[in-house]
């Protein structure tokens, strides 16, 4: 039972144009959402957030867009560039009042910028 | 630290032998969390530590695995008995402490590997 639902395993994007990254959850209990990009042999960085206060958060070429009533999140990236290139995943955590849980993850979209 | 440090980044062992995986979190983080990653799957939460104290084991697979961090600051991963299965990148995280805005930080990863 996945919590965190990517359904594009790959997504294919011209440099110049925008990404548009999807992640749908069923918890509603989650209440903070992130982006991590991965490169191969490397660990997930963290990329951008957003609280369930929000519906858009911004930094850069990078805006996480979320949509409570549908628990469905976007990422835009635009300009897209070839260092973007890379497989995200987005994640989502739940307060508890011991802290924080631990993230639950989608299964990731790679992403593709062909020059 | 500048990051979350883990070692080994590769480990290769046979069926049935212990292994320990280390994790050296960012310094003053109070906030630990290690996650599995097998391939195509996102990473998935195993345990999550407040200071030295387990707050959260429930990703723990079955008694095999074992995690310290008796000082409050580096952990080891502990596997018993390994098995093929086991067999999966393990993901270290940490957090400034775990409350709020629970953005994790990630190490490279172990790669592990049973024969």
């Known amino acids: 039972d996945q919590q965190v639902k990517q359904n594009s395993p790959s997504l294919s994007v011209q440099e110049g144009r925008i990404s548009i990254l999807n992640c749908d959850y069923t918890n509603s209990m989650f209440d903070y959402f992130l982006w991590y990009k991965k490169y191969p042999a490397e660990g997930p960085t963290f990329l951008i957030s957003i609280s369930s206060i929000k519906d858009k958060n911004e930094d850069g070429r990078f805006t996480v867009f979320l949509n409570k009533s549908a628990k469905h999140l976007s990422l835009h990236i635009v300009p897209s560039q070839p260092g973007d290139s890379a497989v995200y995943f987005c994640?989502?955590?739940?307060?508890?009042?011991?802290?924080?849980?631990?993230?639950?993850f989608g299964k990731g979209t790679h992403l593709i910028i062909q020059p | 630290g500048a990051g979350v440090s883990q070692t080994p980044s590769n480990k290769v062992t046979e069926k049935g032998k212990y292994v320990e995986l280390r994790c050296d979190p960012i310094s003053g983080h109070t906030a630990l969390y290690w996650y599995r990653q097998s391939l195509g799957q996102g990473p998935e939460f195993l345990i999550y530590?407040?200071?030295?104290?387990?707050?959260?084991d429930s990703g723990l697979p079955n008694d095999r695995f074992f995690a310290v961090r008796p000082e409050g600051s580096v952990s080891t991963l502990k596997i018993q008995r390994t098995e093929r299965g086991d067999s999966a990148v393990y993901l270290c995280?940490?957090?400034?402490?775990?409350?709020?805005?629970?953005?994790?930080?990630f190490g490279a990863g172990t790669r592990l590997s049973v024969l």
């Open positions: 530590f407040q200071g030295t104290g387990a707050a959260d």
């Open positions: 994640a989502a955590s739940a307060y508890s009042g011991g802290g924080a849980d631990g993230l639950t």
């Open positions: 995280a940490s957090s400034l402490d775990g409350f709020g805005k629970n953005i994790q930080y």
